[in-house]
């Protein structure tokens, strides 16, 4: 059923591939584009006619033309694989390049990554007519499509964390666009701190790697992994779960996907792009483009990602179910798609995580463009204000259908051969339980998609005034994504086309990357789209009938987990009381006696943590030991909070006497080392 | 002469300028005791420039690279003097103090 | 100069006494240190302020001696002829107690005390049992065209951007201290 091409390419090295000649050795252009113009619409982007859109719809478009351009040539010739370099800069032993990567997986992020965001930009100039900070708003939407450009686009960690970090500061600047609501700017800082606090990962990672193998060139780290390098081995495990971690931000996977449904603050084409192409996609393409190492030498660490992908996939589509923001459906329900890519990594199938990827990109942008237009119409996010818009918005009714089948799995549409290639590849690595849940969250996906389509589209209209299809230059970026959300499942249906495959595998010489169905799990596949169905029948006969006046919880409300799954599981709630408060809250006043009380302190809190964890495991793991694992933690932090707040004075001179003290306790400690 | 000597008196008027930091609430005297460190630290490269170029083991020139250096951190210290009593002469036009301890509004 | 273990610390031994250049030290240091302790302890703001001059000018004499004439005129021209008195203008324009009161210092001093010996303990410490009574060499005058050539082949950039420093100050200063127009 399956077999193993690209071991074969790995051992006939790259030469198979040709280099790409004049076109590859220009790829640099596809990054450097956007920032330039990302510059030139921060400098004088007000003062031409579109108010510097021009230049953002031209930049993203050059990416689009060049990444489709470099995947046809790939697609028709031989495949290219190609490696720039300038050196910038050298510090200790260490180069510093700025590289640019022209493979098949480049090509095909830069493709999707320029066709979403063309699309996004095109839409955003019709959504964001009138809106505040037109320029501002073109600037960083450009820098955060530059900035994703970048990452994949990256020969070296070290770029690739700069396009992160970029990522990163565009999305924040532009989910706080409307900052002028504190609840949106409090929405950026949340994605940026939650992202921040996974970068550390990243971070500590790329550096293990890079002191152990010597260089920062993630070509030159993998070659370490074919040759099964010693000492890389020996932190491989460790350097793979930072990455992981790093990407686990990016990806919004659990424990860290709280900040994805709040960045719905942004304005709506930004959801789509940063849902669709980059940011959350960050992450897999890191796991996919180091998933040699990953699967060489960490395979326990590919266990993990296949959990922690379970977890999300199907913890973030039960919550979709409940939501009454349709944004917010839209983002759990990528939450939960991503979980499907991610576990799809972690069961070993990189093909298949990265075809869902790219599916996923095309009806997920769709998708949110299709809220978008409907937000506009009514000015209201919520589904309870809406209903019978069938009537009033053909052209958006007619292609959110398409990417609501395309995500659902409905045959023949884009997501049908991802999630069906996801799921057999479950059964392949023999996960049952992986693929019973896979399953479980197919059926939720239908369900929570149809619940949206019903409840928007049919019945009767329950906002004010009266809605109004959107202009041309929204409904056409939604119809070219539509046609992609139909299609684009063709290039890679098991045994007949496998150009996706010979997409992501033309890589430098890596090893192993993953295997390519040759032929249909039929088991499986009937499976999977009996799951779909059924999610629509229920999701019709729940929400179809009196779609109109129903109260719509009333419907399917399961005592005992809506409460919970309405609390997002309480997860915010532990952060918020465990972790944010008592470190937000004033940290203070100075002790000459610090000595005597830091000790009383330490066993106090040792007293309390062990305190707490015993009564945690009395408590058992229901509702109450849940509650009481919160209080308990969060006393602990309120606690140890409290006592060295102490040590904030306020009072300079007490820092800086710290500070020239800490000096001291270092050149001593350093002395100490030294003889 | 020794390169100690120099580096022992250096280290005598650094500690100096820390305690004049430390211990004194007028603003415009913890300036001055930074410049006092200031200048330990100008004697500690120039002294170290000439004695590393004397030992024969770098180029030609690191005696006037480690004043190149004293150059600019007086340099340095020159913009530091002066936005640092503009920002005194703000605080002292809005308070009436430039004492450091009543400036202790970033705490909890 | 790599630490030799074999060496031992050499603190008794920091300088020769029969060469003349080491009393002139001496004195220097004498003076500097004098002139630093009053500069951190004298309840008289313009006290403090003179009293810098004479470290400056002390640091300047060492300058010379260690045959960096240029930045020894530097000292003199930057800091006793333009920063001193733009100290002695923030005193007067904060209206600082000239004299008397003891509200320039902090009443508890022995935690500043604490840290000062501790830095100059670890400091010379270090210095001296790494260094040991290594020679400093000739103290031969490096030419004023030595160091322009040096500024401006190898350290053109970093003059550059000194000078944006400077200029950012500048700009920043004038923006400080202005007042607003209404007021």
Avoid at chain 1, 228 to 250: H, N, P, R
Avoid at chain 1, 283 to 310: K, Q, S
Avoid at chain 1, 500 to 525: N, Q
Avoid at chain 1, 529 to 555: C, F, V
């Amino acid at each position: 059923m399956v077999n193993g091409i690209s071991l074969m390419l790995a051992e006939e090295g790259h030469g198979a591939f040709s280099d790409g000649g004049l076109l590859a050795e220009g790829a640099w252009l596809i990054v450097v584009v956007p920032f330039v113009a990302t510059l030139a619409i921060t400098l004088f982007g007000k003062r031409l006619p579109w108010k510097g859109a021009e230049l953002a719809l031209g930049a993203v478009g050059f990416a689009l033309v060049y990444g489709g351009a470099l995947l046809l040539t790939s697609w028709f010739g031989d495949g290219i694989v190609h490696e720039g370099s300038v050196k910038i800069g050298e510090f200790g032993g260490f180069e510093i390049e700025w590289g640019w990567v022209v493979d098949g997986l480049s090509s095909m992020m830069f493709f999707v990554v320029g066709l979403v965001s063309t699309a996004c930009f095109v839409y955003a100039v019709g959504y964001m007519k009138g809106e505040v900070r037109w320029t501002a708003f073109f600037a960083s939407f450009t820098l955060f499509a530059g900035a994703m450009l970048m990452l994949v686009s990256a020969a070296n960690l070290i770029q690739l964390l700069i396009g992160w970090e970029l990522v990163g500061v565009s999305s924040y600047l532009l989910i706080g666009h409307y900052w002028e609501e504190e609840e949106n700017s409090s929405a950026a800082i949340k994605a940026f701190i939650v992202n921040k606090i996974a970068d550390v990962g990243l971070v500590i990672g790329i550096i293990i790697a890079a002191i152990t193998v010597g260089t920062f060139t993630i070509s030159e780290i993998l070659a370490k992994v074919i040759e099964s390098d010693s000492e890389l081995d020996d932190v491989a495990t460790i350097v793979a779960l930072l990455l992981f971690v790093g990407a686990m931000g990016k990806s919004a996977q659990f424990p860290f996907h709280v900040w994805l449904p709040d960045a719905m603050a942004g304005p709506t084409p930004v959801s789509a792009l940063m849902h669709a192409a980059t940011m959350v996609t960050a992450g897999v393409y890191l796991v996919a483009r180091m998933f040699p190492l990953f699967h060489e030498m960490a395979p326990g660490v590919l266990d993990f990602v296949l959990i922690i992908g379970t977890i999300t996939l199907v913890g973030a589509g039960l919550l979709a179910i409940v939501q009454d923001d349709i944004k917010r459906v839209l983002a759990y329900s990528t939450l939960s798609q991503l979980g499907y890519m991610t576990a799809a990594l972690g069961a070993g199938a990189y093909t298949a995580g990265l075809f869902h990827l790219f599916t996923h990109a095309f009806f997920k942008s769709l998708l949110f463009l299709g809220a978008g237009s409907v937000i506009h119409a009514v000015h209201s996010n919520n589904m309870s204000d809406m209903g019978g818009l069938r009537k009033h918005m053909p052209k958006t009714f007619w292609t959110f259908i398409v990417g609501s089948l395309a995500l659902a799995g409905i045959a023949p549409l884009a997501g049908f051969f991802s999630k069906d290639e996801i799921l057999a590849s479950f059964n392949e690595a023999g996960r049952p339980v992986v693929l019973l849940l896979g399953l479980v969250t197919a059926f939720i996906t239908a369900l929570y998609m149809s619940r949206a389509v019903f409840l928007t589209f049919f019945g009767e209209y329950k906002g004010h005034g009266s809605p109004h299809e959107s202009p041309a230059i929204m409904t056409l970026p939604m119809q070219v994504l539509a046609g992609f959300a139909v299609v684009a499942g063709l290039v890679n249906i098991p045994g007949i086309t496998s150009t996706f495959y010979e997409w992501v595998s033309t890589r430098a010489a890596t090893g192993f990357l993953g295997e390519h169905a040759t032929s249909f799990d039929v088991p499986v596949l009937l499976l999977g789209l009996l799951a779909g169905l059924a999610g629509i029948a229920l999701g019709y006969r729940l929400y179809y009938p009196d779609a109109a006046t129903q109260q719509e919880r009333d419907r399917l409300y399961v005592r005992g987990l809506w409460p919970v799954l309405e609390n997002k599981y309480y997860i915010d709630d532990l952060y918020m009381e465990g972790v944010v408060n008592p470190i937000k809250g004033p940290i203070a006043r100075f002790i000459d006696w610090t000595n005597s009380y830091i000790i009383d302190y330490v066993v106090n809190l040792v007293g309390m943590l062990t305190r707490g964890l015993g009564k945690l495991v009395y408590g058992g793991l229901d509702q109450r030991g849940i509650d009481l694992a919160i209080n308990e933690v969060s006393a602990g932090a309120d606690f140890l909070g409290g006592k060295l707040r102490y040590i904030q004075t306020g009072k300079i001179q007490h820092y800086a006497t710290w500070l020239f003290l800490g000096a001291v306790a270092l050149v001593i400690g350093f002395w100490i080392k030294v003889t | 002469m020794t390169l100690s000597q120099f580096l022992v008196l250096s280290a005598g008027l650094f500690s100096i300028g820390v305690y004049g930091v430390l211990i004194r609430r007028n603003a415009v005297l913890i300036l001055l005791s930074v410049e006092v460190m200031l200048a330990a630290v100008n004697i500690n490269l120039v002294a170290f420039g000439q004695y590393l170029e004397n030992t024969g083991r770098f180029a030609e020139g690191t005696a006037a690279s480690g004043q190149v250096f004293a150059l600019f951190v007086i340099t340095v210290a020159a913009a530091e003097v002066g936005i640092g009593l503009a920002i005194v002469l703000l605080i002292f036009r809005n308070r009436s103090s430039v004492n450091v301890d009543e400036l202790d509004a970033l705490k909890w | 100069m790599a630490y030799d273990r074999s060496r031992p610390p050499a603190i008794g031994i920091l300088m020769d006494l029969g060469d003349i250049r080491n009393w002139v030290f001496l004195v220097i240091a004498v003076v500097m240190l004098a002139g630093s302790i009053v500069v951190v302890t004298t309840r008289n703001v313009v006290h403090a302020a003179l009293m810098l001059v004479a470290t400056l000018g002390g640091a300047a004499a060492i300058f010379i001696l260690l045959g960096a004439e240029f930045v020894a005129a530097t000292v003199v021209l930057v800091y006793i002829g333009a920063v001193v008195v733009l100290f002695l203008f923030g005193v007067m324009i904060t209206r600082a107690p000239l004299g008397g009161q003891g509200a320039l210092d902090h009443s508890r001093k022995w935690p500043a005390a604490l840290t000062a010996i501790a830095t100059f303990a670890v400091l010379a410490g270090s210095t001296v049992a790494f260094f040991g009574d290594a020679e400093i060499g000739s103290g031969d005058p490096v030419l004023t065209s030595e160091i322009g050539s040096s500024i401006f082949n190898r350290f053109v950039i970093p003059f550059e951007v000194v000078s944006f420093v400077l200029l950012a100050a500048l700009i920043g200063g004038i923006v400080l201290a202005r007042r607003d127009p209404e007021a």
